[in-house]
């Protein structure tokens, strides 16, 4: 297969899950296993920055019987670039080859728990476009799924852009990855993954989106 090319599904999907990699393939296939959905609503994006074709030998037969949209597209950015600028490039790119209305970012060390894709697009189904940024709660494990802390929202609710840039400024634990669902708009108006950023990437994104939509 070649880069850059989706499969089962021109129309625009309601979700894309996008999920940069970097020569973790065991973990990146735990990663793919738990967003892969029973819904052409839902694409999977993979940006690899892995050496060699051993992520994409597996992202292809992982995915050779797979009846929903997914890519998979090899980043070849040379050696003269950092790792951190590889891993921005890699975000950004996946958001480029995004065609969902709404974007989410995943790590390769990440995962979803069962039945978390099928809640999440119902709740997008039925939030029926009204809102940009949606935030959700987080378990932090170890390697081996134990449990070390929970990032959770007592109930849903929505904090105004000066609520949220607040508490994102006063309390820089209160996001982790994979905690967010952006609109696709948000990266057309607010911009890309920035590598010159101030703060931390992630930080500098969520405070300039959370600025804007709250």
Not at 10 to 17: E, H, N, Q
Not at 120 to 143: E, S
Request: overall charge positive.
């Amino acid at each position: 297969m070649q880069n850059n090319v989706f499969l089962n599904g021109p129309k625009r999907p309601l979700l894309s899950i996008c999920v940069p990699t970097h020569n973790r393939v065991t973990l990146l296939m735990r990663t793919l296993r738990s967003v892969m959905a029973d819904t052409a609503d839902v694409e999977i994006i993979v940006t690899d920055n892995s050496t060699g074709n051993e992520t994409k030998e597996a992202v292809e037969a992982l995915f050779a019987n797979y009846p929903h949209p997914w890519c998979y597209f090899k980043n070849n950015l040379g050696p003269l670039l950092s790792g951190p600028e590889k891993m921005v490039k890699s975000f950004n790119r996946a958001v480029q080859l995004a065609k969902g209305s709404y974007i989410f970012m995943i790590h390769d060390d990440d995962y979803l728990l069962t039945g978390a894709v099928g809640k999440l697009v119902k709740y997008l189904r039925d939030l029926n476009n009204r809102h940009a940024v949606l935030l959700f709660g987080v378990q932090l494990v170890d390697l081996h799924k134990r449990p070390l802390r929970k990032h959770i929202f007592g109930h849903a609710g929505r904090h105004s852009p000066k609520q949220a840039v607040r508490r994102l400024l006063g309390n820089s634990s209160s996001m982790r990855f994979p905690s967010f669902v952006f609109r696709r708009d948000v990266y057309q108006w607010v911009g890309d993954w920035d590598i010159d950023a101030y703060a931390p990437v992630d930080y500098d994104l969520w405070a300039r989106a959370f600025s804007v939509y709250g």
